[in-house]
């Protein structure tokens, strides 16, 4: 079965530097790979997704990631960050339609 | 072109009660699934919904049920509420062309006392 590690519970960056976060998956061969982010009792909204080809995708909102199959590590960047990107941050595994959550990333972004 | 809808937003109901939620996919699309997240954590895959039929469960109970109807809306219903039932509930709808690629509601809030 397919498992995703975001091992950064809480991360707070100064408005205008540089944000990553990290996203590690455990799964057989490569899975689709996906960034959601979700503001306070909002669903989730599609930042970006890989799923095959390129390995460094870019997203909506400025955001990029990059797929390392040798790390198991789809890392979300993000060169400036802006103080509307307060907010989680999930990375998800996609199986045959079934998608598996990490549990996410707080980010805050001081001013 | 209407995203995914669900309703209703917010819902408090006691133990043992029994509820149901609403989805209605986006526009185009032919499967739904539905989701548990629970307070500070990911979302959790319940079931999958396609062609009116149960097509992938993920680990939760019986207590646990649904149904897709000819218009490709769904409802999740769930007997014997427990405390631990408490969560945001999120529907996501697809194309069972491209299965992975899918569209999230706003979520229904579920709480139980």
């Known amino acids: 079965a397919q498992s995703v590690t975001q091992p950064d519970i809480h991360i707070t960056v100064s408005e205008g530097a540089s944000l990553e976060l990290r996203c590690n998956y455990s799964?057989?061969?490569?899975?689709?790979l996906f960034w959601y982010v979700q503001s306070p009792g909002q669903g989730l909204q599609l930042l970006l997704k890989y799923f095959s080809g390129d390995t460094l995708v870019q997203g909506i909102k400025g955001f990029e990631a990059e797929f390392k199959r040798s790390q198991s590590s789809f890392n979300l960047r993000k060169p400036s960050v802006h103080w509307s990107d307060a907010a989680e941050y999930f990375c998800?595994?996609?199986?045959?339609?079934?998608?598996?959550f990490g549990d996410g990333t707080t980010l805050t972004v001081k001013p | 072109d209407a995203g995914v809808t669900q309703s209703p937003t917010h819902l408090i109901k006691t133990r043992g009660q029994q509820v149901t939620l609403r989805c209605s996919p986006k526009?185009?699309?032919?499967?739904v699934s539905w989701y548990q997240q629970a307070l500070g954590q990911g979302p959790q895959f319940i079931f999958q919904y396609y062609e009116e039929e149960e097509r992938q469960r993920g680990n939760f109970p019986d207590r646990f049920s649904g149904h897709q109807f000819p218009n490709y809306s769904s409802e999740l219903n769930v007997n014997a509420l427990l405390l631990g039932d408490s969560a945001l509930y999120l529907c996501?709808?697809?194309?069972?062309?491209?299965?992975?690629?899918?569209?999230f509601g706003p979520g229904t809030r579920l709480t139980v006392l």
């Open positions: 526009s185009g699309h032919d499967t």
């Open positions: 998800a595994v996609g199986v045959e339609g079934k998608s598996t």
């Open positions: 799964y057989g061969a490569t899975p689709y």
């Open positions: 996501a709808s697809s194309r069972q062309s491209v299965p992975d690629t899918q569209y």
